[in-house]
């Protein structure tokens, strides 16, 4: 198929997340990955269902995205570019609980990651998805005119200091990014700053950056007009554009199973142009 214009296509709400439906993402044109990429920038989610693969054929589908990430901590031997995502009764954590765009701390951080589930729960295990693009467009000019002045440090052993009270040694990277930064395909700004990572303004007191990181982390969570769901089925697959939307994924299964893949490209370094 050379094009996705002419298929079936259902927004999930106003702001965020499109459905597309009737063909199969393995016999897509180059043209029809670009025109995925530019739906991803633009509708920050795009979910698409009854696209079995194997992980070898998903891998190959994200090197047509772009250059692939290999994540700093959980790189897999036999499949380094694909991080396995999994929960069962035997889990303590599931990957991504809690709002955060995926390895922000890197110095070029993903940019679409591709998620395919193959074992589904009964009911749950939802992705909630946040847009960071109509968020920031929905703060004051006065707001907004301060946040682009800013840069934030985002640490890869945020997410295992505070919520996995781990003390593991190990370095992840840390990186200071723009607070608002810049999509390269649309041009347009998305707040860039999140729980999972951030935990930093940059030139600001200790007790300031706590303060503003307080707020905007509340505000993200709370403002269920940018949000949507992705509720699973077997096979679906899920591009998620890392540089305007957060995500959160529903740990509500427990003790049942839920297992797929994560397929990611490595983004830009994180740029806001004025
Ligand atoms: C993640 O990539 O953060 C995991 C998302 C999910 O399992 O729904």
Redesign the pocket.
């Known amino acids: 198929m050379n094009s996705i214009v002419a298929v079936k296509r259902l927004d999930l709400t106003r702001h965020v997340g499109t459905e597309l439906a009737g063909f199969s993402l393995l016999n897509l044109s180059d043209a029809g990955v670009q025109e995925i990429l530019q739906l991803v920038a633009e509708r920050g989610v795009v979910v698409v269902r009854d696209q079995p693969m194997t992980i070898p054929e998903q891998i190959s589908f994200g090197r047509r995205m772009g250059e692939l990430h290999v994540h700093p901590a959980y790189a897999q031997s036999q499949y380094p570019e694909a ?1 396995h ?1 999994y929960g069962d009764e035997n889990s303590k954590m ?3 609980e809690g709002w ?1 765009s ?1 390895v922000s701390c890197d110095e070029r951080p993903p940019g679409v ?1 591709m ?1 395919r ?1 193959e074992t589904t729960p009964s009911v749950g ?3 909630a998805f946040a847009h960071q693009g109509a968020l920031f467009e929905s703060f004051s000019d006065t707001m907004k005119n301060f946040l682009v002045t800013l840069k934030a440090r985002h640490s890869g052993d945020l997410p295992w200091r505070n919520q996995y009270k781990s003390v593991d040694p190990k370095a992840y990277p840390r990186n200071l990014h723009p607070v608002v930064r810049t999509h390269p395909l649309t041009g347009k700004n998305a707040l860039y700053v999140n729980s999972g990572f951030t935990d930093r303004i940059w030139d600001m007191e200790e007790w300031e950056s706590d303060m503003l990181l307080k707020s905007i982390f509340d505000k993200i969570a709370y403002s269920v007009e940018f949000q949507c769901r ?1 509720r ?1 089925e077997p096979n679906s697959v899920t591009f998620w554009d890392n540089r305007v939307v957060q ?1 959160h ?2 740990w509500d299964y427990f003790p049942e199973k ?1 297992e ?1 893949w ?1 397929v990611t490209t490595t983004g830009e370094r994180p740029y806001l142009a004025l």
């Open positions: 991080l995502i599931v990957p991504g955060h995926d990651s998620l589930i295990g939802d992705t992705v699973w995500h994924a529903c839920r797929g994560r």
